[in-house]
C-alpha cells in the first residue's frame, strides 16, 4: 500500500497495487483514511476528492458530474468497481452513467432522490428568501444569515468556494440518471441513517433495473467506521 499522487498532479490517493480493481470514493468533509480497514482487504484506490484530505481544492466550482469526468482521467482503466459513500456516491453515479468499461457500482448512504432528508418547510421559506432577494426584497446579507442559521452543519462548516461546492452537490438530482443505470449496483444502507434515511434506498432499489439492498441494523450514515467488517462481507460476495 503506497500514497500516491494520481495522474492529474496534483490529487491523492492509496493504492494497493499497479492493477488496482476498486475505487473508493469517501463523503463531504471526510477523506480516504475513512476506508482505512479496507486498505489491505480491498486491491484499491482509495482517493482523497480535490478539496479533502491531501488533494487541493478545483479551481472552480465542481458538479458532482464534474468530479466524475476529473475521475475518468485519473483511475486506471484496471479499476471495474466504483464505491462511492454520500458524496462519494454521487460522484460514482455520474461516473458509471459516463463510462462503459466498469462492471459493478456500490453505493452506501448516497443521496439518490431528489426529496431532500430534511424538511421541506425550512427549503420553502429558502425558495422564498431567494426570490424576495432576487426583487431586492430581502438583503444578500439577511438571505447569507438565514443559510449560515438554518444550513446544514457541513453547509455551516464549508465557506468560499468549498460551500458553492456543497451547493452544486445538494441540488444535483439523481432521480433520472438512476432509472438508466443497468450495471449491478449494490445498496448498503444503515437502518438508522439520519442524513440520507433508508426510504431513499428503497425507492432508488424499485428504479435501478439490477440492484440489491443490504440494510446494517444499528448503524448510522458511516458503516464503513461503524461497521467496517460486515461491509467488507458485501463487497466480497459482491
Known amino acids: 500500500m503506497s500514497f500516491t ?8 490517493a492509496w493504492q494497493a497495487s499497479d492493477s488496482p480493481t476498486h475505487v473508493f470514493l469517501h463523503g463531504w468533509e471526510r477523506d480516504s483514511s475513512d476506508f482505512e480497514y479496507f486498505f489491505n482487504k480491498v486491491n484499491g484506490l482509495f482517493i482523497d476528492l ?6 487541493p481544492k478545483p479551481d472552480s466550482v465542481w458538479s ?3 468530479y466524475a469526468k476529473w475521475l475518468s482521467k485519473v483511475v486506471p482503466n484496471s479499476v471495474n468497481t466504483v464505491v462511492g459513500h454520500s458524496f462519494g456516491g454521487r460522484i460514482a453515479t455520474h461516473f458509471i452513467n459516463n463510462l462503459q468499461n466498469i462492471d459493478q457500482c456500490i453505493l ?8 431532500n432528508s430534511r424538511g ?16 431586492n426584497l430581502v438583503s444578500e446579507e439577511y438571505l447569507e444569515k438565514y443559510k449560515k442559521n438554518n444550513g446544514s452543519t457541513d453547509y455551516k462548516n464549508a465557506d468560499g ?12 438530482d439523481l432521480s433520472e440518471i438512476i432509472k438508466i443505470i443497468t450495471i449491478p449496483v449494490v445498496l448498503i444502507w444503515g437502518e438508522d441513517d439520519k442524513e440520507v434515511p433508508l426510504r431513499v434506498a428503497q425507492e432508488a432499489l424499485g428504479q435501478i433495473s439490477n440492484s440489491r439492498l443490504f440494510v446494517l441494523k444499528n448503524i448510522g450514515h458511516n458503516p464503513f467506521i461503524k461497521n467496517s467488517d460486515e461491509v467488507m462481507k458485501i463487497i466480497e460476495k459482491s
Do not use: E, H
Request: glycine fraction near 10%; aromatic fraction near 6%; hydrophobic fraction near 40%.
Open 64 to 66: 458532482p458530474n464534474d
Open 50 to 55: 480535490p478539496g479533502f484530505g491531501k488533494s
Open 120 to 135: 421541506s418547510s425550512g427549503n420553502l421559506r429558502l425558495k422564498i428568501l431567494k426570490k424576495a432577494n432576487n426583487f
Open 5 to 12: 499522487l494520481l495522474n492529474d498532479g496534483k490529487s491523492f
Open 161 to 172: 468556494l468549498m460551500r458553492d461546492i456543497l451547493v452544486a452537490a445538494v441540488n444535483d
Open 108 to 115: 452506501v448512504g448516497t443521496p439518490l432522490s431528489s426529496r
